[in-house]
């Protein structure tokens, strides 16, 4: 397993972190991601901010450009070329020893870059960092309190080689992540692709206890990664990784498939998928159970 030395006298420093947010006809979203961004204190940081060929972008412009903050750059490209792509010219910029994302529809708590830094030993011996999120369904929040708690497991590559239990973002060296980088072929699962390459690389990450970022998950606004994309995306991901998986990964891989064309399954089907764990999800697919939580 390749690992790179993580020396004391860097980890005793004031690192530089890189930011890479990617964004897309968002600009009052991303102006709150910014703000986020803005009120964390630590603040030794770069913000690289891709927009990708937005319609609208003037107000975004205009906010930047007034903050004046030589911390932040936006560069609006003159094609649309995908999530994927935009993050990765993010990355091949980013001049931080450390880097982390921010989706432009999301925000941080102002602990998020303090709590991974007062972490960030670990990665002598893992390979990178998460943490728990909050989920908002609304538009905005008074405060946190109001929020759900999104708690994510400890990492355990049983679990890992089911399903993304690490979420949309993490925190680990920048030249990991350069050298790893987004797959930009695929149409969905490219968090979980990333960062399942990131920890085969690198070695396990390590999750904090810490709630550091609000995901917004119904603000009424376009999604990036388009929904009729999606199981191509997660296809893709499964024959890409398939032959690292045990047969009860695999059947879980294989259950999600259907679960996301919402497909019913033939008995024979049903029978060779079946474990535990997916007679939960079938049930709560296509029964009265549907309103559990499993």
Not at 237 to 244: G, N, V
Not at 250 to 257: I, P
Request: glycine share 4%; aromatic share 12%; proline share 3%.
């Amino acid at each position: 397993m390749e690992r790179e030395d993580v020396g004391t006298d860097i980890l005793l420093s004031r690192p530089l972190i890189s930011v890479y947010m990617p964004t897309w006809n968002r600009e009052t979203l991303t102006i709150r991601a910014i703000q986020s961004v803005l009120k964390q204190d630590y603040a030794h940081w770069e913000l690289i901010i891709i927009d990708d060929f937005s319609s609208s972008f003037e107000q975004l412009q205009a906010y930047i450009a007034n903050l004046n903050d030589p911390r932040i750059t936006y560069i609006r490209n003159e094609f649309n070329s995908g999530a994927c792509a935009v993050r990765n010219q993010a990355i091949r910029m980013a001049r931080g020893y450390l880097i982390t994302g921010l989706d432009d529809d999301d925000e941080w708590l102002p602990t998020r870059l303090s709590s991974f830094l007062s972490c960030q030993h670990k990665l002598q011996q893992h390979g990178f960092l998460y943490a728990n999120d909050y989920l908002c369904d609304s538009t905005g929040y008074h405060h946190p309190d109001e929020l759900q708690v999104y708690p994510k497991p400890a990492y355990k590559k049983s679990l890992f080689d089911k399903r993304n239990i690490i979420g949309n973002q993490m925190l680990t060296l920048t030249s990991r992540m350069q050298q790893v980088l987004f797959d930009e072929r695929l149409t969905a699962a490219q968090d979980y692709d990333a960062f399942y390459r990131l920890a085969e690389t690198f070695g396990d990450p390590f999750k904090l206890d810490a709630i550091t970022q609000v995901l917004y998950v119904n603000h009424g606004e376009v999604r990036i990664t388009c929904s009729g994309r999606k199981f191509a995306g997660y296809l893709d991901f499964y024959r890409k990784h398939k032959t690292k998986l045990d047969v009860s990964s695999k059947k879980y891989q294989l259950f999600t498939l259907y679960y996301i064309r919402n497909k019913k399954m033939r008995p024979q089907t049903l029978m060779k998928l079946m474990t535990l764990r997916n007679l939960k999800r079938y049930l709560m697919m296509y029964s009265s159970f549907r309103n559990r939580k499993f």
